[in-house]
């Protein structure tokens, strides 16, 4: 079995960011300060897209630096800090991934953004795999990483302490590629049209990572996010909850 300290002394040790990984939970229920969401009396009416276009395939990446599918200017804007390490968000996606796209975002009243929050040392490499290709593909590869998720705990506890021990002792350039491998995450994306060579490139990027770091301490100071997945309705922390939770949220807030 893999301890927790272990993790913990590792991720430290890989991003120069007064980060405090391992720290954060999944699918914790009080995460974050929940808040009210904006709430509508009546249904917000349908936004047509652009001729010969769908709002589903309108992907872009956001100057916060999370993937942003659906109409820039929907009147309810949902984003979603979520882990891809985290059970909880893979059952989110799980339940929520087709209808949200096609009820909701596809209407034009929602837009849904997916900002990467580092809980673990795992985090780090799978998320950049995971933004190594274009940015349409983030969304859809986050989906099925989410989906094989067991896999990789599976890779990993077959793996033991002391491999993990071994990776901790490797240069800090080589610790990302040596977790993506163990981990079974550099088979699972090559698979997917991320070369083991372009790859090896993503996961050595080291201002990405740190990008990655302070975007979740960013959230964690700006938005309250202790845990995964949380949710935002319009600036508003409305908290971590599953799939049916959340649609009477954005029903609530006029997606009806």
């Known amino acids: ?16 960011a007064p980060l405090a990984l391992g720290l954060a939970a999944c699918g914790k229920k009080d995460a974050g300060t929940p808040g009210e969401a904006p709430k509508s009396a009546q249904a917000l009416p349908m936004v047509a897209a652009p001729a010969g276009k769908a709002w589903a395939e309108n992907v872009v990446k956001t100057a916060e630096g999370g993937y942003r599918i659906g109409n820039p200017d929907a009147p309810i804007k949902l984003v979603e800090y979520g882990a891809l390490s985290c059970s909880h968000c893979a059952e989110f996606a799980h339940e929520s991934y087709d209808k949200l796209r096609e009820d909701y975002v596809a209407s034009g009243r929602v837009s849904y953004e997916l900002r990467y929050f580092m809980l673990n040392a795992f985090d780090i490499p799978a998320s950049l795999l995971a933004t190594c290709g274009a940015t349409e593909a983030v ?6 990483f989410w989906a094989w998720q067991p896999n990789m705990f599976q890779n990993l506890q077959s793996a033991g302490d002391a491999r993990m021990k071994e990776i901790q002792n490797l240069p800090k350039d080589q610790q990302m590629a040596a977790i993506a491998e163990v981990g079974g995450m550099t088979e699972f994306f090559a698979s997917r049209g991320i070369s083991r060579d372009q790859g090896k490139v993503c996961l050595a990027d080291a201002a990405k990572a740190k990008a990655f770091a302070d975007q979740t301490q960013k ?3 700006e938005f309250n996010v202790n845990g995964t997945p949380t949710f935002i309705i319009n600036g508003s922390n409305v908290g971590s909850m599953g799939w049916k939770e959340l649609e009477a949220k954005l029903q609530e807030a006029g997606a009806r």
């Open 219 to 221: 959230a964690t100071t």
């Open 1 to 16: 079995m893999i301890r927790k300290t272990a993790l913990r002394t590792i991720a430290l040790g890989m991003i120069a």
């Open 139 to 144: 969304l859809p590869l986050s989906e099925q």
